[in-house]
């Protein structure tokens, strides 16, 4: 086994990916199977990069297994996700980029699904579907809020599932990828300058992967931060905060994360 500092050599495959496929990870290794899994039972050739944060768990070991399929690796601490991710998409060559947390997972087909959509739409800078929300403490599901693109529905909510997309490298290096300075908003971000550098993207009525709630979660946990940010981003972007900034939504905020320290102290997720 490689030491936990050491970086991986990455393997070019021999065929030639259609979509590069990048997985932050930090101490998750409980998940990163079930990620890593989804994406290699996809039936398209794909170039997969694990970027980890130095995780203590079991997440090597989990590489280790997979490193024969993996093009890439490398664990030590870093910049955070944002930078992660960048570094990842920067190591690889294939037309198309996404990235998927290593505790979420796609569905089966979900690839080709999105690339479809993507050359049938050519002038989309990218394209997202439908993603459920699994709670690991329940194990129950739902749908997380998506809706078809609008300029305006964008700066009221942000109505793009991350998981669910896929980006043309060509956009996402058009844009220079993520912001390395944002901490929990910075998919907000790329959507809204993929849109004003390119154009709307293309929104699809299919389901393709599962966001995986649990305690663990920097949404979760981060919930007030995530709000502030996002709030910026819509003001940089949209010119103002459109009125529902200031209104229910905080009290949402607040409540869910009253809601999730309680579930801690009681122990109940």
Known sequence: MLPAREVARVMLPFYSPLVTVVIPSM?????????????????????????????????LS??????????????????????????????????????????DWMLPGSLEVLIRALDANPTSPAVYGQVLSYHQNSGKENYVWVEKFSKNRLSIRCIISQPGTLIRRSAWEAVNGLDA????????????????TI??????????????????????????????????????????LPIKWWLLQPYSIWFKSLKNICYKFFRME
């Open 27 to 59: 101490n998750q290794g409980r998940f990163l199977e079930k990620a890593l899994d989804s994406i290699f039972s996809q039936n398209i050739p794909v170039e997969v990069f694990v970027i980890d944060g130095g995780s203590t768990d079991e997440t």
């Open 199 to 240: 154009g709307p993207l293309k929104y699809i009525d299919k389901l393709v992967a599962v966001n995986r709630e649990h305690s663990e979660t920097k949404t979760k946990n981060f919930r007030l931060k995530h709000y502030v940010e996002a709030m910026k981003i819509v003001k940089k972007y949209n010119g103002y």
């Open 181 to 196: 300075s944002l901490f929990m908003a910075m998919d907000y971000d790329l959507w809204w300058r993929l849109f004003i």
């Open 62 to 103: 989990i590489i280790n297994r997979w490193e024969d399929r993996i093009s890439g690796w490398r664990s030590y601490p870093d910049l955070g996700q944002s930078s992660a991710i960048n570094e990842g998409v920067a190591w690889g060559r294939a037309p198309y980029v996404c990235w998927i947390n290593s505790d």
